[in-house]
């Protein structure tokens, strides 16, 4: 039977694929939950098998392209992946025994819509909560993944960690050149000159790009101020430096000020409990309903123990949604 399963799965994938239906991902889930939050302890200050209870830490993974889009699914669509962080930001916020938060982040950024939506959750939280948020950088913290770290109480990245990227792209392309090649003209009917700004169909508008550039200008305005605000540390002649655009692994985020100190996940933990004023704690992961979780460095979704197959992720790209929608983004695409 699972054998059976998984065959359908592929072929469905496959008859995507060469048809050229198919999206940057897709998820062939064949025994969906119910869309619930769960927790499992993933590390405990001692053991809890036979009596007692722990403060909760709670962790929570920040993960792939950040955007209100819901990812792909080939039956339905996914949550979104702001809708996730928000979710699980409500569920400790409730649970008394959760006295601070780990947020382990690995993104390399997103819309900016989404990053600021996100950015503005942790800070409510914080506010309202009075519970401390960690920041525990894994492979890829960069652009909006740097951005949505910012209103935490500790940033702590790895050695290897991408940050930085600190900056705003929209993307543009123009082929109306190419197209006027082989005899082909665009031309949109529209109600101001401006209503097709930076249409790819017809001859490139100086006036229109000044217009996308004051967006970003401004955007960008905003992302500084908010890395000048949370990061005093940065001296005001590396500012520049830092917020130009250019990546940094962890160890060099460390020296010009954009990361507090570098370690793992465990020292994200280690540093919630002193901020929290907690002595002995328990590490809580929060996942989606059924996956299996062994350590803090988990993936969900996952299969549950001893049940069938329940996924097929076919991935054309590393980047999740990575068919971008026109958009301004503070994202790393290398």
């Given at each position: ?29 064949l025994d969906p939950g119910d869309g619930r939050i ?26 792939g392209v950040l955007s209100h889009i819901p990812q ?187 990361v507090d100190e570098l370690g793992t996940v465990y ?68």
């Amino acid at each position: 039977m699972q054998r059976r399963l998984q065959t359908t799965a592929l072929l469905l994938a496959t008859l995507l694929i060469t048809t050229g239906c198919l999206p940057s991902r897709v998820a062939i889930d064949l025994d969906p939950g119910d869309g619930r939050i769960e927790s499992t302890r993933v590390f405990a200050d001692r053991d809890l098998s036979w009596f007692g209870s722990l403060p909760k830490v709670a962790l929570i993974d920040v993960e792939g392209v950040l955007s209100h889009i819901p990812q792909p699914g080939l039956i339905a669509p996914a949550s979104n992946p702001v809708d996730r962080v928000v979710a699980r930001l409500s569920e400790a916020e409730r649970d008394d025994l959760v006295r601070a938060v780990v947020l382990r982040v690995n993104s390399p950024g997103g819309t900016v819509g989404a990053s600021e939506t996100i950015y503005e959750e942790i800070r409510r939280f914080r506010e309202r909560t009075g519970k401390p948020v960690i920041v525990s950088m894994s492979e890829l913290a960069a652009s909006g993944g740097y951005y949505i770290s910012l209103p935490s109480d500790r940033i702590i990245a790895q050695p290897s960690t991408i940050t930085g990227s600190i900056g705003v792209i929209f993307q543009t392309f123009n082929v109306s050149e190419g197209l006027s090649m082989i005899g082909i003209e665009g031309r949109a009917v529209t109600s101001g000159p401006n209503k097709a700004i930076a249409s790819p169909f017809e001859p490139t508008d100086p006036e229109h790009y000044d217009i996308l550039q004051g967006i970003v200008d401004g955007f960008y305005s905003d992302f500084r101020e908010r890395v000048a605000e949370h990061r005093p540390g940065i001296p005001s002649e590396s500012l520049d430096t830092a917020t130009d655009g250019r990546i940094f692994t962890g160890t060099q985020a460390v020296q010009i000020g954009l990361v507090d100190e570098l370690g793992t996940v465990y020292d994200a933990f280690e540093a919630a409990k002193s901020l929290a004023g907690l002595t002995e704690a328990q590490l809580v992961k929060y996942h989606a309903e059924g996956a299996r979780v062994n350590s803090p460095y988990a993936a969900a979704p996952d299969a549950r123990p001893n049940a069938v197959d329940r996924s097929v992720d076919v991935r054309l790209f590393e980047i999740e949604n990575a068919r971008f929608t026109t958009g301004f983004y503070y994202i790393w695409r290398p």
